[in-house]
């Protein structure tokens, strides 16, 4: 029997817009795939608490919302992107670094690590991640306070996943990819999850398959994608060189829901309308 995902999309996917008569918002999430050679390479992946509203004892990158009025005036805590910058990669109008400070964020509050940050002491990142542990709306407040500036060249954005027309709640979230800090140790924050791994990407697939490592299904996309990688500089040089976004396309003979990534055998002939996700790595 093939393992399920929690907060199951499939049976939405084949819907031709993304566009809801309903009106459900769709909520802006970005989210951090952490790399790091150990001596192969794995990811670093936390599991949600089984009280979550979403996807209950999941196995995630950390991530979560996005802030737009976090761009408003980052300049002084943020280095190596400028906001047209981000936007244009994104496609969006304006305020484009807001996905990678919320990805920061979430990656301190939820993991304990902080990207871009060079050699910043260890108790001045405890610092600031306890103080947006209080309230993570200061965030970008505590990063001044604490005299840091963030270094945003070093997450590439990766993808791009929007959830179907069906469900309660509705994400438009973007993956990006970062080397982890190689003098900070993860640390799982006990309270938005209750576990941290480090882990080989075609581990976790074998271990979902079997039942022992819950997860969604657009985890699992994103899995695939770095199983292809041997080593963080090979996945980061690609990350970086910006390939042109492809489509993920879905065989669907009989039901059977089989997701074909760009670069896999008979992506060319699959249906390129199903699944709202695309991939750049």
């Keep these: 029997m093939r393992a399920k995902y929690l ?19 769709i909520r802006h999430a970005a989210t951090v795939m952490i790399v790091q050679d150990r001596p192969q390479l794995q990811v670093l992946m936390v599991q949600r608490t089984s009280r979550a509203v979403f996807g209950p004892s999941a196995w995630v990158f950390p991530g979560g919302r996005v802030d737009l009025d976090d761009a408003a005036e980052l300049s002084h805590v943020v280095h190596g992107l400028s906001d047209d910058d981000a936007s244009s990669r994104l496609d969006v109008p304006g305020n484009g670094r807001a996905w990678w400070v919320a990805g920061l964020r979430e990656t301190l509050e939820e993991a304990g690590l902080l990207l871009g940050a060079g050699h910043a002491p260890l108790p001045v990142i405890e ?46 979230t973007r993956f990006f990819v970062a080397a982890a800090p190689a003098d900070q140790i993860a640390k ?30 657009v985890t699992h996309r994103m899995l695939a994608c770095l199983a292809r990688y041997e080593t963080v500089a090979e996945l980061m040089a690609v990350a970086h060189e910006r390939k042109p976004i492809q489509r993920v396309r879905v065989n669907d003979p009989d039901g059977a829901y089989e997701v074909v990534l760009p670069g896999e055998p008979g992506y060319e002939t699959a249906d390129l309308e199903i699944e709202h996700g695309w991939i750049r790595i």
């Design 7 to 25: 907060a199951d999309v499939s049976s939405y996917a084949h819907q031709p817009s993304v566009d809801d008569p309903e009106q459900v918002p």
């Design 127 to 172: 610092k600031t991640r306890d103080a947006v542990h209080a309230d993570a709306g200061v965030f970008v407040d505590a990063l001044a306070a604490n005299g840091l500036s963030l270094d945003l060249s070093e997450m590439a954005e990766a993808a791009r996943f929007v959830t179907p027309v069906g469900p309660p709640r509705r994400f438009d």
């Design 188 to 217: 799982h924050d006990e309270e938005e999850v209750v576990q941290h791994v480090w882990i080989e990407p075609g581990e976790a697939i074998a271990q979902f398959r079997n039942d022992a490592f819950p997860m969604m299904s």
